[in-house]
């Protein structure tokens, strides 16, 4: 197999905190699948058979995930896994761009120093600075809802706006409380 996608996963204390960052973030993952393509060659090989997905998991320390072990690399199933521990809190208060392009460096830092060869390939592609090329083409993938998304579940039509609209009413209590402040959980 071939390491497809890299994804960070976010388990803060606040339940809210937890679908905002969701919403704001998780984009990333389908956007860098494009940066992956180009070393395609590299991420593939026998270290690691049978694994296409890298998960970066963030939790406050009272989430800590029960089979992740604080700053070191796991594999599971069909993914290598990185659990950190961390205070979440602070990336409610910045932008998603300004969020995404320091978790790329935390977690290409980490993934450079891998054991695996082809995540290190993948860490060097997660260290490659943002242009701002980069960033106009990330920023669309940082909101929710995703009309793309949508299309590709196969909504079209007075179907897909409707379903748009859903999304839209589902998400809007997070995001309302990263624009103004902490809410209760």
Known sequence: MTIATVRFYFY???????????????GFEDWFKRR??????QLRGPEVKGIDIVNFMLCDADRVLMNGRHGEWKQVANTLMFTWICDLEPLRDQPPLENI???MRFAGAW????????????????SQPLTDADRAS?????????????????????RLE??????????????????YGKARR
Do not use: S
């Not at 803060?12 to 998780?26: M, S, V």
């Not at 992956?36 to 060659?41: D, F, M, Q």
């Not at 409707?162 to 624009?179: F, I, Q, T």
């Open 12 to 26: 803060p204390q606040r339940k809210r905190l937890e679908r905002y960052l969701g919403a704001t973030h998780n």
């Open 36 to 41: 992956l393509k180009p070393i395609r060659e």
């Open 162 to 179: 409707l379903v748009m609209e859903k999304a839209r009413r589902d998400v809007a209590p997070a995001l309302r409380e990263a624009r």
């Open 111 to 126: 993934a450079e120093q891998a054991p695996w060869p082809q995540l290190r390939a993948a860490g060097e592609a997660l």
């Open 138 to 158: 990330l920023l669309p993938f940082l909101t929710w809802p995703r009309e793309a998304v949508f299309r590709g579940w196969g909504y079209d039509g007075e």
């Open 101 to 103: 392009e320091r978790l």
